[in-house]
């Protein structure tokens, strides 16, 4: 894979809000790979916790974007509690969730949400599950 | 004692028997949970976006109303602890936040309510010595491991119940039940929480590995504080059962339920027939029923 | 009338780029008072020189004023010029117009700096004409040194100011000299033996007439000055009478009991009755009293009976010693920081995850596996061998920023250890940068990975568990982007290095600053390595941060020069700008004796001719005063002032602006 660096993009204002949104400074992350090696669903993640953070420090927000990493983040923090930097790339993702879903776009159509798992499921799950994929 | 209690959603309906197990064994200990009288969802998820102040105004309610019939609040639901007292720290904390959400539920409310999970209410509160005394039907020779999940410990500067890597006071409990705590290594990962409702594999994955990591370290029970934990746990079961070579499942329950039991409660109030996993052979196998 | 100078400088283009320096000197001419003016291009210059000293000779100036850099820069050089000329050299004084003006402005035609530059130096030329000469002090020297911590840093000063021919009193807390290097196996990159190399060092510590080893001993409080310091040093109770004891070693061989060694770092026991290690220097045992039956409740005693020279006193008391020394060398070492603090790597919860010292003293010959790579739950050999870099180091949240410098290079040197001793194993290292920086350093490192065979993955570990006798390890190879779990035998944990316990304490003692990880700072961080800003105690090794043996053996050195230096000397020169009491307005209030942050400040008595105490006074020791007016800003009195910066200097100069 090649990519070309471009300064409009590492200081894009979608980079720039994505920080505002998320609280995290994307700059922080030195890249050590604590989250990616902790991370329990980073096997499942096209782009792990680490290279997020690694695009999006180039300015790559389509790339990550493109990928299914928010989407699969459980937000269990692993990666926040053991960042050596004090990074949460769970923020990050959440942030990243948030700018599709804040558009009116949902990840999951409820109405595709199988009966049984509305049925039988904890409420909480079906709560947190709406905030993370509807919008 | 009574403490002010709120049950949350899940335990009012799905996981009723966490609900009514912990009630029992607090006035079997001699205190009394006493529920709020108005109450409404916490969200279930604390927004991880700071500037998202909107998913803190039902949080906040709760806390308001809690705060208007005492200084502490107690929660069963690690969920439902974190998203509370996480909200409650913004509020207490960050005079800014507090005035616009504040003003969006039209309450005074300034952050002032303790916030405890029922197992710090038992730890700090009761002690765990005076639980050991209340003991009736102790927990004798059950290995058990006591998962922790991830909502009950992270993130630590919040939550500060215990180390976030090495907690023990689900152990300490146990061991004032008479059980024999078993600590493994999958004890604080994710069960794979809310993705219950679009990704299932992930789901059996890592409550498989949860349960595996479990029985692998000689546990025979696991006990939960958590619904959803719960639920995934259970859920899984039988995928984990027919995928895993030579394990063959591990009942699943809420700690209360193993609270309640060790405090001698009629089995049958325990709920454990709500459970999708069995947990009477097991009790009838350690001749403890 | 006063006759005084002012030398404009343009230093090249740094001021002249936006100050008319021409302006200024012309500016400067009118003034009552100044009879010669002039700008040049560099007065720091030789040439700039002369013709300071020459405008000094023909125009009799009595001062002089040089419009310049910082003080801090050419203060000195203008004052020797000052004095080569026949001026008393506190008639020179520096306007800052570079840092302080042309420096901050951008204004290249010059309006705004010619302005400033002529108003700050008319104001110096009024504080000027309010000078008085001063002298510089002198003050005697006491021609003995102390040197506290007995490590390589410690024991390389002490062996230095010993060749030069003074007196060096070596003060260690432990029974042994040898420090931290003692349990090192090999050393990077040359893979000598520490030993080998130390024990020569410290028996010639032992063996020089010049020093004097305390060791045993913690220093308890030091009071005085440079060229005087007073130090009480704690000699704390060995049992064991020093003088009479051969060091046969039949009592550690009969002591009944045994404890964890601290030595050893909990892989091995020792004696209640030991020395720290075989070579310990000196060879004399000490009881470790809180674990020794017979001092504790009166039971055993074998050491005594199996002692010939009859050298052992379970009643022996710890004792105060003083000590007069003229410079003091601060070398205590470093300690590391406790790895429990990291939940998820298991220490001190899984029994083969190490520390790195640990590992040292399992590659060690005289190490408690007799240098063979065994593993501490079952004692088997590990054949696969997972090393952590950075445990604690370049981790704000848990640890401690900064980078402990020297874990890459043992970690590489960990693993070509292991390899030469376990020649089938595997080992692994877990890193984020490599950083070997220093003479056949980085060949070093390729060597451990081409040669022999480390594993290097670029990443952290996120967690480590055991599983069927296996230490499970998980973390991320940031450079093919995956996750990692490697079943390893034994986990080893390059450990952030800290500061001592206690080190705070100890800097408070003497005075000396500290950054907020506790390790002392050195005076100026690139010209005065090893000085403090307290005169006359100086620095050297890892007490200051992290760094390796060579540097602390080089750090040893330049302290010891440094004390040499002072020592050649019978008397010292110091500046005299020191704080002074007005012995007839001083009402003895001891404000100024509290906000002293140098305690150079004493409680003098007036007596009358019977010897009774009329009259309390504050009195400047003006040894030392380091001249920072703290005492001037707090007496009430206006009692003290400051010599060469004066009230009436000060406010001269306020009211010219």
Redesign the interface.
């Known amino acids: 894979m090649k990519i070309k660096l471009l300064k409009e993009e590492i200081e894009s204002a979608s980079i720039h809000h994505l920080q505002r949104i998320s609280g995290e400074d994307l700059k922080k992350c030195y890249q050590c790979g604590n989250c990616s090696g902790g991370c329990p669903v980073s096997y499942e993640m096209e782009i792990a916790p680490s290279q997020v953070m690694r695009f999006l420090q180039l300015g790559k927000i389509e790339e990550v974007m493109k990928a299914n990493s928010m989407w699969v983040c459980v937000g269990c923090l692993q990666c926040y509690s053991r960042c050596p930097k004090g990074c949460s790339v769970a923020a990050v993702l959440e942030g990243l969730r948030q700018t599709v879903l804040r558009k009116g776009e949902d990840f999951e159509k409820i109405s595709k949400i199988p009966m049984q798992f509305l049925k039988n499921a904890p409420q909480q799950a079906i709560v947190c599950g709406f905030r993370k994929f509807v919008s | 004692m009574k403490i002010p209690y709120y049950p949350?959603?899940?335990l009012n309906?799905?996981?009723k028997s966490f609900d009514e197990s912990a009630r029992d064994a607090a006035s079997a200990i001699g205190f009394e949970m006493a529920e709020l009288k108005q109450w409404n969802?916490c969200?279930?998820?604390f927004?991880?976006?700071?500037?998202?102040l909107i998913?803190l105004s039902a949080p906040a309610k709760v806390l308001s109303n809690a705060g208007k019939e005492g200084d502490t609040l107690t929660t069963l639901?690690s969920?439902?602890y974190n998203v509370l007292k996480r909200t409650n720290k913004v509020l207490r904390d960050n005079r800014e936040k507090r005035a616009t959400i504040n003003g969006f539920i039209e309450e005074e409310y300034d952050g002032s309510v303790n916030v405890l999970h029922f197992l710090e209410v038992l730890r700090d509160k009761v002690g765990f010595d005076k639980v050991k005394a209340a003991v009736k039907r102790p927990l004798a020779g059950i290995k058990t491991g006591a998962y922790y999940g991830?909502m009950l410990l992270?993130?630590?500067e919040d939550m500060g119940i215990d180390?976030?890597?090495?907690p023990t006071v689900f152990e300490n409990l146990l061991k004032a039940l008479g059980a024999e705590p078993v600590e493994f290594?999958n004890r604080i990962?994710?069960c794979?929480?809310?993705?219950?409702?679009?990704?299932e594999e992930?789901v059996t994955k890592?409550s498989g590995?949860v349960m595996t990591s479990a029985v692998?370290s000689g546990a025979e029970l696991i006990v939960t504080s958590c619904?959803?934990c719960?639920?995934n746990l259970e859920k899984s079961q039988d995928k984990v059962v027919s995928s895993t070579p030579g394990y063959t499942g591990v009942p699943v329950i809420y700690f209360t339920q193993a609270l309640g039991l060790a405090l001698g409660q009629p089995i049958e109030s325990l709920g454990f027939e709500k459970n999708v996993t069995d947990v009477m052979p097991l009790l009838k196998k350690k001749g403890i029923v | 009338m006063p006759r005084i100078g002012v030398f404009v400088c343009q230093c090249g283009n740094n001021i002249a780029a936006t100050v008319d320096t021409k302006k200024v000197a012309e500016e400067m001419k009118k003034l009552p008072g100044v009879v010669y003016t002039c700008d040049y291009k560099f007065m720091c210059s030789s040439p700039g020189q002369d013709m300071l000293r020459q405008a000094i000779k023909e125009n009799k100036l009595d001062g002089l004023i040089v419009s310049a850099c910082s003080p801090h820069m050419h203060e000195k050089t203008f004052r020797k010029a000052a004095e080569a000329a026949g001026l008393n050299p506190y008639q020179c004084e520096i306007t800052n117009i570079r840092e302080q003006c042309s420096w901050v402005h951008h204004d290249t035609t010059k309006a705004v700096g010619t302005v400033k530059s002529i108003d700050l130096t008319r104001m110096t030329i009024e504080r000027l004409k309010k000078n008085r000469p001063l002298k510089k002090i002198k003050i005697p020297v006491k021609k003995r040194a102390l040197v506290i911590g007995g490590g390589i840093a410690g024991i390389q000063a002490a062996l230095d100011i010993a060749d030069g021919g003074r007196e060096v009193i070596l003060v260690e807390k432990e029974p042994s000299i040898g420090g931290n290097m003692a349990r090192l196996s090999e050393t990077f990159p040359t893979m000598d033996c520490s030993q080998c190399i130390l024990t020569p060092k410290m028996v010639e510590a032992e063996l020089n007439e010049n020093i004097t080893l305390l060791t045993y001993s913690e220093v308890e409080k030091v009071d005085g000055y440079i060229g005087n310091f007073t130090v009480q040093i704690k000699r704390k109770s060995k049992f064991v009478d020093e003088e009479r004891c051969t060091g046969c070693g039949e009592c550690i061989e009969k002591c009944p009991f045994k404890t964890e060694s601290a030595f050893e770092l909990g892989l091995a026991k020792r004696k209640v009755i030991y020395t720290p290690f075989p070579q310990s220097v000196p060879n004399v045992p000490v009881i470790d009293a809180p674990n020794c039956p017979k001092i504790q409740k009166d039971k055993c005693g074998a050491c005594a009976i199996v002692c010939g020279p009859k050298c052992i006193d379970f009643k022996m008391e710890d004792k105060i010693v003083t000590e007069e020394v003229g410079a003091i060398v601060v070398a205590t070492g470093y300690q590391l920081m406790p790895n429990e603090r990291f939940g998820e790597y298991g220490y001190g919860r899984i029994k083969d995850v190490i520390s790195g010292m640990q590992f040292e003293r399992l590659a060690s010959s005289s190490g408690p596996t007799g240098g063979e790579i065994r593993r501490p739950s079952d004692g088997k050999v590990p054949q696969n061998v997972v090393f952590i870099q950075c445990v604690g180091s370049r981790d704000e949240k848990k640890g401690v920023s900064y980078c402990s410098k020297v874990c890459c290079m043992y970690t590489a040197k960990h693993t070509m250890l292991y390899k030469h001793k376990v020649h089938d194993g595997q080992s692994y290292v877990f890193y984020m940068d490599i950083r070997s920086g220093g003479k056949r350093y980085e060949e070093f490192v390729r060597k451990a990975i081409e040669h022999d065979d480390a594993m290097y993955l670029r990443g952290r570990v996120s967690r480590v568990y055991e599983k069927d006798g296996k230490v499970i390890v998980q973390g991320a190879d940031t450079l093919s982007g995956s996750q990692v779990e490697i079943e390893a035998d034994m986990v080893v944990l390059a450990t952030a290095i800290v500061s001592r316990e206690g080190a705070d304490t100890l800097a408070q003692k003497l005075g000396i600053g500290y950054d907020k990880y506790k390790f002392y700072n050195e005076y100026h961080p690139k010209l005065r390595p090893v000085e403090t800003v307290t005169a006359g105690i100086f620095l050297a090794g890892t007490c200051m941060g992290p760094m390796d043996i060579p540097e602390s053996v080089a750090q040893g050195s330049a302290a010891a020069s440094k004390v040499l230096a002072l020592f050649s000397a019978d008397e010292m020169a110091r500046e005299p700008i020191t704080a002074g009491v007005n012995k007839t307005t001083c009402n003895a209030c001891w404000d100024c004796v509290t906000a002293c942050p140098y305690s150079a400040i004493e409680r003098e008595s007036v007596k009358d001719r019977q010897g009774n105490i009329v009259k309390w006074l504050a009195r400047v020791n003006e040894g030392v005063c380091q001249g920072c007016g703290v005492c001037v800003a707090a007496c009430r009195s206006k009692s003290v002032d400051l010599r060469g910066y004066t009230d009436e200097q000060v406010f001269a100069a306020i009211n010219s602006f």
Do not use: I
């Open positions: 949350g959603c899940t309906t799905f996981a969802c969200g279930a998820t927004p991880l976006t700071p500037d998202n998913a639901c969920v439902c991830c992270r993130p630590f180390n976030a890597e090495r290594p990962e994710c794979g929480a809310h993705l219950a409702m679009n990704n992930v890592l590995n692998g619904p959803l719960q639920y």
